[in-house]
C-alpha cells in the first residue's frame, strides 16, 4: 500500500487529500497539522481552471449551493487624464464626492467615450456574458470548513508540528517524519511519500536550504466588509457594452494605480448575507508606502479612486490582515525520486492578480499523483520530474510578468492591452492545455517552459503589449484625449476572447492556438492604425517592423489551421514522459473516460489498465491490481 503523509491541513493539504484518495483509491493518506485556530485565510477568487478542478472533486453541487458566482475578472481602467481635465479620474472622483457624478450605466451610454467635458470614470473590461466554464468567488471559512468535513473520513489526522523530515537514501526506502504535539509528546511517522503543505512556515524548504528570493517583492492587506452598500459598484459611471446576462455586481473587481492593485470579491456570508473581501497588492518600493493599514488604504482611494473609498466607508469591517515583503520561492519543488514534493505556499507565493493561485494547485496536485502514479509503477524518471519542475517555473515567469506590470498600472491604455492578451493566452492556451491534460505530458511541459523561459530580473523587459505602440499610443492619448476611445474600441476584450470553451476532451489545441496568433496580429494592427502613423514618417521603419510580424504570426496561424497536428508535435510519446493518466484528460474527468470504456486512471503501458474507475475505493484499502505496492511500516 503506497503511504503519503501530507504536512498541513490548510487549503493545498485538503485539496490533496481529496485528489489523491480519488486517484489513488488505496494509499493510505496521514494528514499532519498543529491544528492552529484564527490562521489568516486569503484567496476567494476562482478561475475556470480552479472551477475544473473542484468539479472534478465532487464539490459542485455544494458550490453551486453554497458559494455565490463569479462572472469573470472585471477591470476598471480610469479615463486617461489630460492636461487640465477636470473630469478625469482624480477630478471624477472629486465630483463624485459633491455628489455631482452620473450615477447609472444609462448616464455612461448617453456619453459612452470620454471626451472633453463629460463621459464614464471608468472604462470596462467585463465579460459580455456568462462563461459556459463556471466560477465561484469563496467564503473561503465555510469553504475551508467543508473541505476539512469531506476529508475528515479520508485520511489518518495526527494532530501536532511536523519538526523534522528524514528522507531515506534507500532505493525503495521510506520517509520518516517526526511530530511533536502541543504537550510536547513526540511521535513518527514514515511515508513513501512526503507531500510539505506546510505553507509560509516552508518546512521542506528551510530544512534543505531550498529558499531562494524571487526578483520583485509584493505586501498586501486586506479584509472582510459586512453592510455596505453594493448599489455603489453597480452605480458606478462606466463604458462598458451593454448585457443582459448577469449581474455586474457578481464578478472580482479589480482597481488600479501606480504601483498597486484593488480587489473587491463579493461573496456569501456565514448567513447568507453580502460580505466582500477588500484588499490591496503592492509593491512597496514603487507605491512608496511599506506597511498599510484601513487609513493609508482610504487615503489612497480618496486620491485615485473615490467611488471605492465610499463603498468601504458605507460597512463595516469584520476582520484583516496583512503580508509585508511576502513573495518567496524555492530552489526546487519536487525530488527527482519521488520521495517529497513541495505544493502551494510551502513552495512559493503568489500575487493574487488573476487569481492564479489556487488555479495552480490545481496542477500541481494532478503532476504530484501523476509523479506518485509513476513512482507506484517503477517508472518515474528524474527527466519526468525536471519537465514538471519546468512547468513550475514557466509559472514562475508570470509571476515575473506580474511584477512588472506595476510600474505601468497606472497607465490605463498599456495595461487594458496587456490584460487583453493575457486574457488571451489564458483561454487560447494555458486553459486547452489544462482541461485537455495536456500539461501532464513531460513534452508539452517543457515547451511550455521554453516559450515563457524566465530570466534574471535585470534582464526582464518591460511586461505590456507591443511596448513600441503602446508608448506613442499612450503619449497621443494625453495630448489629444482619445484614451477611452483606445481601450474601449481597440482592445475588443469581449471579442478578442473565447470565452465559449466548455469541454477538455473535444479541444483541439493547434486550432485555438491558431486562433491566438491571427487575434494577436490583428490586434497589432489595429494599435498601429490608431497611432495614424501615415501621418508621421519618422515612425514608418518601426510600424514596417511590427507589420512584418503581424505578417509572421499570420503566416503561422494559417499553417496551425492546415495542419493543427504540428502544435501537438512536442508531445512526447514516449511512455516514461507521457502524463500517467491515460486518456490524459482523465486527470480530471475520470468519470467521462470511464463512461467511454477507458479507465481513466494510470496508462496501460505501466501496467495499470484494469484499474477500476475513479472513485471505487477498494473495500479492502487495497491500491487496484497493477499498481506496484511499497510496503512499510505504520
Ligand atoms: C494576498 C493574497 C491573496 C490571494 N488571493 C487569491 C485569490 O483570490 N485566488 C487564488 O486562487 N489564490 C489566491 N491567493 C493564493 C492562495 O491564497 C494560496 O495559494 C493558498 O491559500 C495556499 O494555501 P496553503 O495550503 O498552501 O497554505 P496555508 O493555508 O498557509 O496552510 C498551511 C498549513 O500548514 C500548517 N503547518 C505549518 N507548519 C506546519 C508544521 N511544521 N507541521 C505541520 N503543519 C504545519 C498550518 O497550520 C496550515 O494549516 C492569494 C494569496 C495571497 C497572499
Same mark, same amino acid.
Given at each position: 500500500?503506497?503511504?503519503? %503523509?501530507?504536512?498541513?491541513?490548510?487549503?493545498?493539504?485538503?485539496?490533496?487529500?481529496?485528489?489523491?484518495?480519488?486517484?489513488?483509491?488505496?494509499?493510505?493518506?496521514?494528514?499532519?497539522?498543529?491544528?492552529?485556530?484564527?490562521?489568516?485565510?486569503?484567496?476567494?477568487?476562482?478561475?475556470?481552471?480552479?472551477?475544473?478542478?473542484?468539479?472534478?472533486?465532487?464539490?459542485?453541487?455544494?458550490?453551486?449551493?453554497?458559494?455565490?458566482?463569479?462572472?469573470?475578472?472585471?477591470?476598471?481602467?480610469?479615463?486617461?487624464?489630460?492636461?487640465?481635465?477636470?473630469?478625469?479620474?482624480?477630478?471624477?472622483?472629486?465630483?463624485?464626492?459633491?455628489?455631482?457624478?452620473?450615477?447609472?450605466?444609462?448616464?455612461?451610454?448617453?456619453?459612452?467615450?470620454? #471626451?472633453?467635458? #463629460?463621459?464614464?470614470?471608468?472604462?470596462?473590461?467585463?465579460?459580455?456574458?456568462?462563461?459556459?466554464?463556471?466560477?465561484?468567488?469563496?467564503?473561503?471559512?465555510?469553504?475551508?470548513?467543508?473541505?476539512?468535513?469531506?476529508?475528515?473520513?479520508?485520511?489518518?489526522?495526527?494532530?501536532?508540528?511536523?519538526?523534522?523530515?528524514?528522507?531515506?537514501?534507500?532505493?525503495?526506502?521510506?520517509?520518516?517524519?517526526?511530530?511533536?504535539?502541543?504537550?510536547?509528546?513526540?511521535?513518527?511517522?514514515?511515508?513513501?511519500?512526503?507531500?510539505?503543505?506546510?505553507?509560509?512556515?516552508?518546512?521542506?524548504?528551510?530544512?534543505?536550504?531550498?529558499?531562494?528570493?524571487?526578483?520583485?517583492?509584493?505586501?498586501?492587506?486586506?479584509?472582510?466588509?459586512?453592510?455596505?452598500?453594493?448599489?455603489?459598484?453597480?452605480?458606478?459611471?462606466?463604458?462598458?457594452?451593454?448585457?443582459?446576462?448577469?449581474?455586474?455586481?457578481?464578478?472580482?473587481?479589480?482597481?488600479?494605480?501606480?504601483?498597486?492593485?484593488?480587489?473587491?470579491?463579493?461573496?456569501?456570508?456565514?448567513?447568507?448575507?453580502?460580505?466582500?473581501?477588500?484588499?490591496?497588492?503592492?509593491?512597496?518600493?514603487?507605491?512608496?508606502?511599506?506597511?498599510?493599514?484601513?487609513?493609508?488604504?482610504?487615503?489612497?482611494?480618496?486620491?485615485?479612486?473615490?467611488?471605492?473609498?465610499?463603498?468601504?466607508?458605507?460597512?463595516?469591517?469584520?476582520?484583516?490582515?496583512?503580508?509585508?515583503?511576502?513573495?518567496?520561492?524555492?530552489?526546487?519543488?519536487?525530488?527527482?525520486?519521488?520521495?517529497?514534493?513541495?505544493?502551494?505556499?510551502?513552495?512559493?507565493?503568489?500575487?493574487?492578480?488573476?487569481?492564479?493561485?489556487?488555479?495552480?494547485? #490545481?496542477?500541481?496536485?494532478?503532476?504530484?499523483?501523476?509523479?506518485?502514479?509513476?513512482?507506484?509503477?517503477?517508472?518515474?524518471?528524474?527527466?519526468?520530474?525536471?519537465?514538471?519542475?519546468?512547468?513550475?517555473?514557466?509559472?514562475?515567469?508570470?509571476?515575473?510578468?506580474?511584477?512588472?506590470?506595476?510600474?505601468?498600472?497606472?497607465?490605463?491604455?498599456?495595461?487594458?492591452?496587456?490584460?487583453?492578451?493575457?486574457?488571451?493566452?489564458?483561454?487560447?492556451?494555458?486553459?486547452?492545455?489544462?482541461?485537455?491534460?495536456?500539461?501532464?505530458?513531460?513534452?508539452?511541459?517543457?515547451?511550455?517552459?521554453?516559450?515563457?523561459?524566465?530570466?534574471? %530580473?535585470?534582464?526582464?523587459?518591460?511586461?505590456?503589449?507591443?511596448?513600441?505602440?503602446?508608448?506613442?499610443?499612450?503619449?497621443?492619448?494625453?495630448?489629444?484625449?482619445?484614451?477611452?476611445?483606445?481601450?474601449?474600441?481597440?482592445?475588443?476584450?469581449?471579442?478578442?476572447?473565447?470565452?465559449?470553451?466548455?469541454?477538455?476532451?473535444?479541444?483541439?489545441?493547434?486550432?485555438?492556438?491558431?486562433?491566438?496568433?491571427?487575434?494577436?496580429?490583428?490586434?497589432?494592427?489595429?494599435?498601429?492604425?490608431?497611432?495614424?502613423?501615415?501621418?508621421?514618417?519618422?515612425?514608418?521603419?518601426?510600424?514596417?517592423?511590427?507589420?512584418?510580424?503581424?505578417? #509572421?504570426?499570420?503566416?503561422?496561424?494559417?499553417?496551425?489551421?492546415?495542419?493543427?497536428?504540428?502544435?501537438?508535435?512536442?508531445?512526447?510519446?514516449?511512455?516514461?514522459?507521457?502524463?500517467?493518466?491515460?486518456?490524459?484528460?482523465?486527470?480530471?474527468?475520470?468519470?467521462?473516460?470511464?463512461?467511454?470504456?477507458?479507465?481513466?486512471?494510470?496508462?496501460?503501458?505501466?501496467?495499470?489498465?484494469?484499474?477500476?474507475?475513479?472513485?471505487?475505493?477498494?473495500?479492502?484499502?487495497?491500491?487496484?491490481?497493477?499498481?506496484?505496492?511499497?510496503?512499510?511500516?505504520?
Amino acid at each position: 500500500m503506497t503511504k503519503i %503523509a501530507i504536512i498541513g491541513n490548510g487549503l493545498s493539504g485538503r485539496l490533496a487529500a481529496l485528489y489523491l484518495d480519488k486517484h489513488l483509491p488505496g494509499a493510505e493518506l496521514t494528514m499532519i497539522d498543529p491544528d492552529v485556530p484564527n490562521k489568516p485565510i486569503v484567496g476567494e477568487s476562482t478561475i475556470e481552471m480552479t472551477s475544473q478542478f473542484f468539479l472534478s472533486l465532487g464539490l459542485g453541487t455544494y458550490l453551486e449551493e453554497n458559494q455565490r458566482h463569479k462572472y469573470g475578472l472585471t477591470y476598471y481602467f480610469p479615463r486617461p487624464a489630460m492636461d487640465g481635465d477636470m473630469e478625469a479620474p482624480g477630478a471624477a472622483g472629486a465630483m463624485a464626492e459633491k455628489g455631482a457624478m452620473a450615477e447609472t450605466e444609462a448616464a455612461a451610454e448617453a456619453s459612452p467615450v470620454a #471626451g472633453a467635458g #463629460g463621459g464614464p470614470d471608468y472604462i470596462l473590461h467585463e465579460a459580455p456574458g456568462v462563461i459556459r466554464l463556471p466560477a465561484y468567488n469563496l467564503n473561503r471559512f465555510t469553504f475551508d470548513d467543508e473541505l476539512a468535513r469531506r476529508v475528515a473520513p479520508l485520511v489518518r489526522k495526527v494532530t501536532g508540528k511536523v519538526t523534522e523530515v528524514e528522507i531515506s537514501d534507500e532505493p525503495g526506502g521510506q520517509q520518516t517524519i517526526h511530530v511533536m504535539d502541543k504537550a510536547g509528546e513526540t511521535s513518527t511517522v514514515t511515508a513513501d511519500h512526503v507531500i510539505d503543505c506546510s505553507g509560509r512556515a516552508r518546512l521542506l524548504a528551510k530544512q534543505m536550504g531550498l529558499e531562494q528570493d524571487p526578483p520583485f517583492q509584493r505586501s498586501s492587506y486586506w479584509f472582510r466588509l459586512a453592510g455596505f452598500d453594493r448599489s455603489i459598484l453597480n452605480g458606478l459611471n462606466v463604458d462598458k457594452p451593454r448585457h443582459h446576462c448577469y449581474d455586474s455586481y457578481s464578478v472580482t473587481h479589480h482597481f488600479y494605480g501606480k504601483g498597486y492593485w484593488i480587489w473587491i470579491i463579493p461573496m456569501q456570508g456565514e448567513d447568507g448575507e453580502d460580505l466582500a473581501s477588500v484588499g490591496v497588492t503592492y509593491r512597496p518600493e514603487i507605491l512608496g508606502e511599506k506597511a498599510m493599514n484601513q487609513d493609508k488604504m482610504l487615503d489612497l482611494l480618496s486620491r485615485d479612486h473615490p467611488r471605492v473609498r465610499a463603498l468601504i466607508e458605507t460597512g463595516r469591517k469584520v476582520d484583516e490582515a496583512r503580508y509585508y515583503n511576502y513573495m518567496y520561492e524555492a530552489r526546487q519543488y519536487y525530488d527527482t525520486r519521488g520521495r517529497w514534493f513541495l505544493l502551494g505556499d510551502s513552495g512559493f507565493t503568489f500575487d493574487p492578480a488573476g487569481s492564479l493561485g489556487i488555479a495552480y494547485l #490545481g496542477h500541481q496536485i494532478p503532476q504530484i499523483t501523476s509523479m506518485i502514479l509513476k513512482a507506484g509503477q517503477g517508472m518515474l524518471t528524474p527527466a519526468y520530474v525536471e519537465a514538471m519542475e519546468g512547468h513550475v517555473q514557466a509559472e514562475l515567469y508570470k509571476q515575473d510578468q506580474l511584477s512588472q506590470r506595476y510600474p505601468v498600472m497606472d497607465d490605463p491604455i498599456k495595461l487594458s492591452w496587456t490584460l487583453v492578451f493575457n486574457y488571451m493566452a489564458y483561454f487560447h492556451l494555458f486553459l486547452p492545455d489544462y482541461m485537455t491534460g495536456a500539461f501532464l505530458n513531460g513534452g508539452v511541459a517543457k515547451r511550455t517552459m521554453k516559450l515563457l523561459m524566465r530570466k534574471p %530580473a535585470e534582464m526582464i523587459p518591460v511586461a505590456y503589449a507591443f511596448p513600441q505602440i503602446m508608448d506613442k499610443l499612450s503619449e497621443r492619448a494625453k495630448e489629444k484625449g482619445n484614451g477611452a476611445e483606445i481601450i474601449a474600441t481597440a482592445a475588443h476584450f469581449h471579442k478578442a476572447v473565447p470565452f465559449n470553451f466548455y469541454r477538455g476532451d473535444n479541444l483541439k489545441r493547434g486550432r485555438v492556438a491558431a486562433a491566438y496568433l491571427y487575434k494577436r496580429g490583428l490586434l497589432r494592427a489595429k494599435a498601429l492604425r490608431l497611432l495614424h502613423w501615415w501621418r508621421e514618417p519618422s515612425l514608418w521603419p518601426m510600424v514596417a517592423g511590427q507589420y512584418l510580424r503581424t505578417g #509572421g504570426e499570420w503566416l503561422l496561424a494559417l499553417l496551425l489551421v492546415l495542419r493543427p497536428r504540428i502544435y501537438e508535435r512536442p508531445a512526447s510519446k514516449d511512455p516514461a514522459m507521457m502524463s500517467a493518466f491515460d486518456p490524459q484528460y482523465s486527470f480530471l474527468f475520470p468519470e467521462e473516460a470511464a463512461s467511454r470504456g477507458r479507465p481513466g486512471m494510470g496508462r496501460p503501458d505501466g501496467g495499470t489498465a484494469d484499474r477500476k474507475p475513479a472513485r471505487a475505493k477498494d473495500e479492502a484499502g487495497q491500491m487496484p491490481a497493477g499498481v506496484t505496492a511499497t510496503t512499510g511500516n505504520a
